[in-house]
Structures are given as C-alpha cells and as structure tokens.
C-alpha cells in the first residue's frame, strides 16, 4: 500500500497530540490553578481548595466565572470559594484546606504567611532552588502541595507555583536559604529533621509495678463552613 507524505505526517502529528495533550487536560479538570486579570484586579486561583468562614453575607447562585467578578466588584471581599453552584464571599483569608470540588478566587497572591497548612510552614513569594525529589506535578493548589510534601518522608521544603498550580518537591532547604520569587509559596514542612520533626499525634503513658501502658491516638478533623 503506498502513503503519501501528507498522509504519514498527519498521522504521526495526530499521534503525537494524542499522546501528550489529554494527560495535560485530565490533570487540571475544569478548574484551572493560574494567575490572571478579573475586573482590572490580580486573582489567584487554586483548585479543589477552600478557606471557611467569614462569609459576606448569603451565599450566591452564579457560575464560577461571575464569583470571581462578584468579588472583584465587592471592596471587602479578599477571597471567594465557589462550591456546588453557589459563590461564598469572604471579609478574610483563613487558612487554605483542601476540598474536592471547591474554587478558590484570592485578590493578590493568594498566600498567608501567618497560617500553617498541612501541618507545614507558609513561606510566601519565595523559593529554594535545586535539591529535587522530582519534576514538578500539577497539584491544583499550595494546601495539596504541603500535604504531597509532608506525606513524603524524604521532602523538607516544596515550592508551589501559583501561575500553573505545581508543585516541586525538595530534599533539603537550599544553603543560601529562602531567596524573593513572585508567585512562588513556599511549604517547610517537619520532615527530615527541619525545622524539627513535629506530630499532631497525643501520647500518655501509665507505668504500674508490674507493666507500663502507653496509647497514642492520632487525629485530624477538618470542618468546612460557610
């Protein structure tokens, strides 16, 4: 059977598309991690994430696009969660948890240095170049990027980029330290002796005569309210 040129090369071109394109869609779904413009004004937005409470007011049944307008035009809301239809307007950004299926629309960077997250430090608009653990991996948002990181044994510090929603996973904090970079967060988390291994977990130990008794329980409730 003889294939023309035009023929072969669309076929590999096809291929190729099909090889690479659908893994990049079917990692974001249909919440995209990115900075952009709604309104003239700078909004990050993080996937599958949330910061309850302090709401304004009753929640709104908008798209997701016009929640982010809605908090654009709206001078005391600093950050919107869309959820299941409705956009809930907030006065304050508490801590960022992560909620499948939840919006997260923040004026500015979208970082609080003052909250921990995962049980990791927030360092915002820094970075630690090298020491690698990997290439990056779409997370959707820094409150999966600490989680990723404090879930790995062999990761000290992760850098969360919130222009693309990856996070890159580190061995140790660079020598030099954190240095400034816009639109980077970074996670330190308790893992490999830095800052100090930390755990959530409640020990009490009974010692008798005859036997000692020790029970560790360990717990994590996370309540979302809107």
Known sequence: MLWSQVTIVGLLSSTT????QPKQLAKRGDCRAQVLKIGGQEFTIQCDADRAGNNIGSPLRISAPECGKACANDKSCVTAQYSNGYCYKKKSQNQLSVVKGTTTYDKGKGCTSNLKVGGCNVKCNTDSPGNNLDNGQYVGSYAACAALCAANSKCA???????????YQ????????????DYTISLVCPNNGYPGRSSSSTTSTTTTSSSTTTTTSTGSIHERSF
């Open 157 to 167: 510090t992760a850098q969360y980029k919130t222009t693309n929603g990856y996070c």
């Open 170 to 181: 580190k061995s140790k904090i660079n020598g030099r330290g954190f240095s400034p970079c």
């Open 17 to 20: 598309f099909a090889a690479v």
